[in-house]
């Protein structure tokens, strides 16, 4: 099992920025792709951006430009750069990893992230 937790969200004002961790422990040499989604009251949870084990980065089109996926692996954590914040950045923010051949998929507990404007 692959287990998840994040950290670093808070309180920013707009145009400001945040990192968010998400530390992986378990069978992490088993994550195929790992990243983030975030979901806004009354509304679904999206992905924000995700990386495979390969590297290969993905981002939905609202954050392209702004935020920025990268990962320690001998850290065996996420990191979620989010620069140029905007109120509607506002969320829980989730990560999410899929591992042992996308057979399996873990979620972290969430971290807030409320920007004012």
């Known amino acids: 099992q692959v287990q998840l937790v994040e950290s670093g969200g808070g309180l920013v004002q707009a145009g400001g920025s945040l990192r968010l961790s998400c530390a992986a422990s378990?069978?992490?040499?088993?994550?195929?792709?790992i990243g983030w989604y975030r979901q806004a009251p009354g509304k679904q949870r999206e992905m924000v951006a995700t990386?495979?084990?390969?590297?290969?980065?993905q981002y939905t089109d609202s954050v392209k430009g702004r935020f920025t996926i990268s990962r320690d692996n001998a850290k065996n954590t996420v990191y979620l750069q989010m620069n140029s914040l905007k109120p509607e950045d506002t969320a829980v923010y989730y990560c999410?990893?899929?591992?042992?051949?996308?057979?399996?998929?873990?979620w972290g507990q969430g971290t807030r992230v409320t920007v004012s404007s």
């Open positions: 999410n990893a899929y591992y042992r051949s996308y057979s399996y998929t873990s």
């Open positions: 990386i495979s084990s390969g590297g290969t980065t």
């Open positions: 378990g069978s992490t040499g088993s994550i195929n792709l």
